[in-house]
């Protein structure tokens, strides 16, 4: 990956003094927590039409992937601006964490991420997946041991735990599928994507599960169906939607468009909108077919459905017309500006802030026109909170900050944290707190504006 531009400021983050490591160890019979200084041992952050206002986060801001919309943005404000050299006050570190991609969600007052484990440390061919809760503190409350991780190529934790009701619910890379206690993480029930015939691409099942009403919302794809809900409570399958053929690497969001309620995802056929209350496949489109791999979610605003992928294929934008209860989908444009791997997007005052190919761009919704282009902090990905771009370059640890403006783009801090492979976790920020995770290491910072 092409480093950031010269003369940006990258400086390596400095620990904090104050603050001990709080690392996983496994003995002989169980694994078990290390009972150290307490710290956050989270990992971080894979919508709807209506979009609460911009204010004071709720206790609980972010319960599921990419936030509480599943949009990428947080309700979080009174933040700062720009960031000092060396970037903002690191208040603490977690590592020993397990390997994965998966975010944080935060709910009941616990915070939640998984990983994947050695049975012995060196060992690559075998790995358990442990769902990990801890409290606002770091203090580890639980771990639990779920089941076989995904270990093939990028092997470690995919999805990130969805918070409901006292609940949480995961998929795993091999297509378990879980309700637990969230205070306590007993298992409530558990089913399989292979019941619906499903088969996960080459790399693993990375949706994560979405709560809608009384449903849990899973694709497993397949011969048989596409996507399935299951009563959140039990488990009951409620409905099972035609096929779609095969998923990718997307998860799904939830948008009411002039009175119809649909189900928006991706996968290796194209986009796809399905009826929550039925299952009826409501619209699809053909793009991006048979792509190497598909793993930005859809994004929707004012009618628009915007998707963007990697390998070269570029992005789609899709305008919605209603009548009745029938949904029509037309393509609107479509170009390579933004061609996004997976460090996603976001959609802001009719502007796609995203990450193309090697650096970040900013589109037009609805004509897909260039309003600029940066190198940024390279290959990455993104989320909002108060106006700013929070930036995670995928190699480095590159991290950046900048004015969310079609007008240009203006870093106003970079730093950059430790951690081995590619990091593909997003940048999460909530409660004042900016959550970075690179490897198993995870990383805390206070981002709060001071009065």
Not at 378 to 384: F, H, I, L, T
Request: one cysteine or more.
């Amino acid at each position: 990956m092409d480093r950031a531009k010269e003369g940006q400021v990258n400086n390596t983050l400095r620990p904090c003094r104050k603050t001990q490591r709080n690392s996983i160890v496994k003995n002989s019979k169980a694994y078990r927590v290390a009972p150290l200084i307490p710290v956050l041992a989270v990992l971080l952050g894979c919508q709807m039409t209506t979009h609460q206002a911009l204010g004071a986060p709720p206790a609980d801001g972010w319960p599921q992937w990419r936030g509480p919309n599943r949009d990428g943005k947080s309700l979080d404000t009174g933040l700062l601006k720009a960031w000092p050299e060396g970037g903002p006050k690191q208040v603490w570190k977690v590592d020993g964490l397990g390997t994965g991609y998966s975010t944080v969600s935060i709910g009941g007052g616990l915070i939640y991420t998984t990983g994947l484990v050695e049975r012995t440390p060196g060992e690559k061919k075998s790995g358990r997946l442990f769902l990990t809760a801890a409290d606002l503190t770091g203090k580890v409350k639980w771990r639990k041991d779920l089941c076989e991780a995904f270990i093939g190529s990028y092997r470690g934790a995919r999805a990130t735990p969805t918070y409901d009701n006292g609940n949480l619910y995961l998929q795993s890379g091999k297509g378990l599928l879980g309700c637990y206690d969230a205070k306590t993480g007993e298992t409530k029930w558990t089913r399989d994507n292979s019941e619906f015939g499903g088969k996960h691409a080459n790399w693993g099942y990375t949706e994560s599960i979405l709560i809608l009403d009384d449903l849990a919302i899973v694709s497993p794809g397949g011969t048989n169906t596409f996507m399935v809900a299951l009563n959140k409570d039990t488990g009951k399958t409620e409905w099972q939607s035609e096929t779609f053929g095969y998923p990718h690497y997307s998860s799904p969001i939830h948008v009411t468009y002039k009175g119809v309620r649909m189900l928006i995802t991706a996968a290796r056929s194209g986009i796809i909108g399905v009826d929550p209350k039925t299952g009826n496949i409501l619209w699809t489109h053909a793009f991006a077919v048979g792509n190497v791999a598909n793993c930005p979610d859809p994004a929707f605003s004012d009618g628009y459905v915007f998707w963007s992928v990697g390998y070269g294929k570029g992005c789609v934008c899709v305008e919605l017309s209603v009548d009745g209860d029938k949904v029509t989908a037309t393509e609107a444009w479509q170009n390579k500006d933004m061609i996004c791997h997976h460090g996603g997007y976001v959609i802001l005052d009719g502007n796609i802030y995203g990450n193309h190919n090697k650096g970040m761009t900013c589109l037009d919704l609805k004509t897909g026109a260039v309003k600029w282009y940066d190198d940024a902090v390279g290959k990455g990905s993104v989320c909002y909170a108060d106006g700013m771009l929070y930036l995670l370059g995928e190699k480095e640890g590159k991290v950046g900050l900048a004015a969310a403006s079609p007008d240009a783009f203006t870093l106003a801090g970079t730093f950059s944290i430790e951690g081995e492979g590619p990091s593909w976790a997003h940048p999460v920020v909530n409660d004042g707190r900016l959550y970075l995770r690179y490897g198993d290491n995870l990383y805390g910072f206070d981002v709060k504006a001071q009065p």
